[in-house]
Antibody, heavy 120, light 110 residues
Framework: QVQLQESGPGLVKPSQTLYLTCTVSGGSISSGGYYWSWIRQHPGKGLEWIGYIYSSGSAHYNPSLSSRVTMSFDTAKSQFYLILRSVTAADTAVYFC????????????WGQGILVTVSS | QSVLTQPPSASGTPGQRVSISCSGSSSNIGSHTVNWYQQFPGTAPKLLIYSNNQRPSGVPDRFSGSKSGTSASLAISGLQSEDEADYYCAAWDGSLNGVVFGGGTKLTVL
């Protein structure tokens, strides 16, 4: 079955850019019908949808983050990416990558999550 | 402030039935299906209920979901200690063109 795994730095300095990778196994990110998504969870808080990228290359972001977010993918590597610019302490969170069924928002499966701390 | 509104906590004793509510608006729950996620500490959320009332394979039938208008509800019958977790509702939002979540409900089994 499809599995997702996040990777990236656990610590980023304020004002820098965060780069996260999600590696997909057991399935193809180029197949239609799914949004490849990023979701984050601040410590002790709820879930926040960051955005998604579709197999066509189109992406859509949460308006609260859209000025700082870019998503992309590399089908050959079966990976998709999150770039978050000008990070602050408020971006400290566990970041999850996940697969979302288009039209239904069935988010499954999820990656295990990666804790990213923004601190100098 | 989450777009969907859930009670922050719920509790019950083993064997009891508990219900968790989720309130939204016409742009999300009112026009799209609701999904529920279960999350244990330190782990990723897991899809528990999809399309308002459908259970993925492996989810016990003690878990059920319902939706009416702009509100939804998750019910857990025959409560067990292993049900102690955080529960989140979610739905597509046509105004945001993205997924919105509830703030989560921490379920305690007394």
């Amino acid at each position: 079955q499809v599995q997702l795994q996040e990777s990236g730095p656990g610590l980023v300095k304020p004002s820098q850019t965060l780069y996260l990778t999600c590696t997909v196994s057991g399935g193809s990110i180029s197949s239609g019908g799914y949004y490849w998504s990023w979701i984050r969870q601040h410590p002790g808080k709820g879930l926040e949808w960051i955005g998604y990228i579709y197999s066509s290359g189109s992406a859509h972001y949460n308006p609260s983050l859209s000025s700082r977010v870019t998503m992309s993918f590399d089908t050959a590597k079966s990976q998709f990416y999150l770039i978050l610019r000008s990070v602050t302490a408020a971006d400290t969170a566990v970041y999850f990558c996940a697969r979302d069924v288009v039209g239904y928002s069935w988010i499954d499966p999820w990656g295990q999550g990666i804790l990213v701390t923004v601190s100098s | 402030q989450s777009v969907l509104t859930q009670p922050p906590s719920a509790s019950g004793t083993p064997g009891q039935r508990v219900s968790i509510s989720c309130s939204g608006s016409s742009s999300n729950i009112g026009s799209h299906t609701v999904n529920w996620y279960q999350q244990f500490p330190g782990t990723a959320p897991k899809l528990l209920i999809y399309s308002n009332n459908q259970r993925p394979s492996g989810v016990p039938d003690r878990f059920s979901g319902s939706k009416s208008g702009t509100s939804a509800s998750l019910a857990i019958s025959g409560l067990q200690s292993e049900d102690e977790a955080d529960y989140y509702c979610a739905a597509w939002d046509g105004s945001l063109n993205g997924v919105v979540f509830g703030g989560g409900t921490k379920l305690t089994v007394l």
